[in-house]
């Protein structure tokens, strides 16, 4: 188990863990040091168990507050995934036109007007056949 100096506060500790962790041990020291200085900063020199119970309070409250706004994001996740199934179960009826139907009156004036053309272009075929 390696080990490995971290700085908190300006003083420093010696602390082991895992193979591979030193990087998150960093992180995190970094992390509880950052909240001392802060502290040292607004309070002065305190002893060293005070400094890291308060410095550790201070990062539990912002864990504390991240996980809340966490469960509130998953819980409107959670609405957005339920509206959106329900989109996609939704079943769309089509839409329905209606097409207003030509009258029958206006469709038997068409056919008795087109037949009327019709006979006038035969009567017109046939005086010109005639003339020629």
């Known amino acids: 188990m390696p080990e490995t100096r971290i700085t908190i506060g300006g003083r420093q500790f010696e602390v082991a863990c895992q193979e591979g962790e030193e990087g998150?041990?960093?992180a995190a020291a970094k992390?509880?040091?950052d909240e001392a200085q802060v502290l040292s900063d607004q309070v002065g020199r305190m002893p060293e168990a005070r400094m890291l119970l308060m410095a550790g309070l201070l990062l539990a409250d912002k864990t504390a507050s991240v996980e809340d706004k966490i469960k509130e994001v998953r819980a409107e996740l959670a609405e957005r995934e339920?509206?959106?199934a329900?989109?996609?179960n939704a079943v769309v009826e089509p839409e329905r036109i209606e097409v207003p139907v030509v009258p029958q009156q206006v469709t038997d004036?068409?056919?008795?007007v087109a037949a009327?053309?019709?006979a006038?272009?035969?009567?017109v075929e046939e005086k010109s056949a005639t003339t020629s």
């Open 82 to 84: 339920a509206e959106l």
């Open 109 to 112: 004036t068409l056919a008795e």
């Open 86 to 88: 329900g989109l996609r």
């Open 31 to 33: 992390m509880l040091d």
């Open 24 to 26: 998150y041990l960093h």
């Open 120 to 123: 006038l272009a035969a009567a």
């Open 116 to 118: 009327q053309a019709e």
